[in-house]
């Protein structure tokens, strides 16, 4: 039986062959699906002919393009294990990438191959080619007239087809390699759960080099049948010319908050939109009430990550529920547990684990973080802390490495981060623990105020005292102009854990 997951995606090229796949907005261009599929079959003969062979690893560390997504497909027809990179990482991070998951072939931009090349030979890299934004480079060069047709190699449903890096918070990042099944599986469920059909079109904003932009977005798209109005980066002035002719928006927090701040933006521009989706980061839930105040529209916000891909949902018929991340997929299990993994009640807040088809089997190369990461009856440990309500919706109120614990009692940031953002003229904010004395860790508030909007911090803490319990309240708030956030929009605790590590120190000797 066949168990490719491009085989999935071929039915989709046959019945829709000459449809447009995909609008290159930047470069005034369209690609069909029969197209898309000729590309991804020179791509795959070109490889082919290097000499890589089922389960090789192919690195990729380009910026977002039509031959990008094409290059993808390619590995997946052919039987190659695809590892995107993020084209911001710099050469110690590309070494260590390439070093920890032994690719057989890297492909990088054309202007860093006299700063990458030494990298990948000194990583053992048997192969480099090129391709820049534009679609040029050595890739698509050697590939040109190249036979276009290339069968899918038969595979089974646990084979690999990519292998992300988780972000590496801590630590060192870890490929986490995602097989066919899990793709295909998650796919599937989510065009089901989300309404996806060919008369469907699909704002894309989003990078490729990570599960939102490449797995999420485009696989649902390529098994309905729907097409993309494609964007190399989100720019809102492109964004709100480009809504009125789509049906879905897939986008990080970032995106909607930028929405809101145009004034133009409103009913309007989303006159057609069926659906907006969010994730990646938390979605703090008043953008989410401004958002549907402004446009009428509930964003849909469902929880996901590199390991698992998508997990659970809020419905999309049905009660679209602000600050939670809804239910279970089909298929998909959550539960809550506490430190000795026994199962809390609803309602009580605890430790989030998850098991189903899309979940991947474990880390690459680490048999011992494996053991560490799953339970012994097969369920993943997230790291997320999170509760669930008596219906089943689940909420999440942190990292479990985020967690405060000021004398001895736990604090969760998400708790008063919510507070905090309800506040007339703050923006967002971060709430971190850090080193103090008397206290173990110090709940503090890192806050972003509106433009031209003066805080002070007494008020904030007066504010805050209101809401919550004495001991949740930050014993400090900092005013910062923005919060640091990796690619994908997420803030960065760590950074500011170390950017305000001696405050309470300090505070001590003055």
């Not at 930047?26 to 002919?49: I, W």
């Not at 720019?235 to 986008?251: E, F, H, I, N, S």
């Not at 959550?334 to 430190?339: A, G, K, N, T, Y």
């Not at 969760?412 to 971060?430: F, M, Q």
């Amino acid at each position: 039986m066949q168990e490719s997951f491009f085989a999935l995606i071929a039915q989709t090229i046959e019945r829709f062959a000459d449809k447009t796949v995909l609008e290159d907005v930047d470069r005034g261009a369209a690609l069909t699906y029969a197209e898309l599929d000729r590309m991804s079959a020179r791509f795959a003969r070109l490889l082919d002919e290097l000499g890589l062979r089922k389960g090789d690893r192919v690195a990729v560390q380009v910026a977002k393009s039509p031959e990008a997504l094409a290059l993808y497909l390619a590995c997946l027809r052919a039987g190659f294990v695809f590892l995107p990179m993020n084209p911001a990482y710099r050469s110690g991070e590309v070494a260590y990438m390439l070093r920890d998951a032994e690719p057989t072939l890297f492909v990088c931009d054309p202007t860093r191959v006299g700063e990458l090349s030494a990298v990948a030979a000194g990583a053992g890299v048997a192969h480099l080619l090129t391709l820049d934004a534009a679609g040029s480079g050595s890739l698509t060069e050697r590939s040109r007239d190249l036979p276009e047709d290339f069968p899918p190699v038969a595979l089974a449903a646990q084979d690999y087809a990519a292998m992300l890096y988780t972000s590496g918070t801590t630590g060192r990042p870890k490929g986490a390699p995602l097989s066919h099944g899990n793709l295909a599986s998650n796919a599937r469920v989510l065009v089901e759960s989300w309404g996806f059909t060919a008369e469907d079109v699909l704002l894309h904003a989003l990078p490729i080099y990570h599960a939102h932009g490449l797995f999420v977005a485009c696989h649902c798209v390529l098994l309905s049948g729907a097409s993309m109005l494609w964007l190399a980066r989100f720019d809102r002035a492109k964004v709100l010319a480009l809504l009125p002719r789509a049906t879905v928006m897939m986008g990080v927090p970032t995106f909607y908050v930028r929405l809101l701040e145009d004034p133009a933006f409103g009913p309007e521009t989303c006159r057609n939109i069926r659906l907006f989706v969010s994730g990646s980061a938390p979605l703090p839930a008043e953008a989410w009430k401004a958002f549907k105040a402004r446009t009428g529209q509930e964003i849909l916000e469902r929880y996901g990550m590199s390991e698992i891909l998508m997990h659970t949902t809020n419905p999309l018929r049905g009660e679209r529920r602000p600050g939670s991340v809804g239910l279970p997929f089909p298929g998909s299990e959550v539960r809550i547990v506490d430190d000795a993994d026994r199962i809390l009640g609803p309602g009580e807040v605890g430790h989030v684990q998850v098991r189903g088809p899309n979940v991947f089997r474990g880390y690459w190369r680490l048999p011992e973080k494996n053991r560490e990461e799953f339970t012994a009856d097969g369920w993943f440990r997230t790291g997320d802390m999170g509760m669930l309500g008596r219906d089943g919706y689940l909420t999440l109120v942190g990292r479990a490495k985020d967690l405060i614990i000021t004398g001895g009692l736990n604090v969760y940031p998400k708790e008063v981060e919510d507070v905090l953002d309800a506040l007339p003229g703050v923006r967002e904010s971060a709430v971190i623990g850090l080193p103090h004395p008397d206290f173990g860790e110090a709940v503090t508030a890192v806050v972003v105020p509106e433009p031209g909007v003066e805080h002070s911090e007494e008020a904030i803490l007066a504010a805050v005292r209101r809401a919550l319990a004495g001991f949740k309240v930050p014993k400090r708030v900092l005013f910062v102009e923005e919060l640091p956030r990796n690619s994908m929009g997420k803030v960065q605790k760590r950074d500011l854990r170390e950017r305000f590590a001696g405050l309470y120190r300090r505070q001590e000797k003055a």
